[in-house]
C-alpha cells in the first residue's frame, strides 16, 4: 500500500486502538477510529477508507453486521 492510505480502524477496545493506530500511522498510513458498529459506518461514509480493519465483536452492531451493510 502507498503512503497516505487512508485505514478505518473500527475496534471497541481503545487499548487495543491505541496500540494500533500508532503502528499504522508510523507505517505512513491516515487512520481513523470508531469504537462501535454504528460510528464505523458513519465513518465509511465521511472518511472514504480504502481499507477497513474490523472488529467482530463490536458494541451496537457487530463487525458481521457492519460488513453486511457495506
Not at 6 to 13: K, Q
Not at 56 to 67: A, E, F
Amino acid at each position: 500500500m502507498r503512503p497516505g492510505t487512508r485505514v478505518l480502524l473500527v475496534e471497541d477496545d481503545r487499548s487495543i486502538a491505541s496500540f494500533v493506530e500508532p503502528e499504522l500511522e508510523h507505517l505512513g498510513f491516515r487512520v481513523r477510529c470508531a469504537y462501535d458498529g454504528p460510528t464505523g459506518l458513519e465513518e465509511v461514509q465521511r472518511f472514504r477508507p480504502e481499507l477497513i480493519v474490523l472488529d467482530i465483536m463490536l458494541p451496537k452492531l457487530d463487525g458481521v453486521g457492519v460488513l453486511k451493510k457495506l
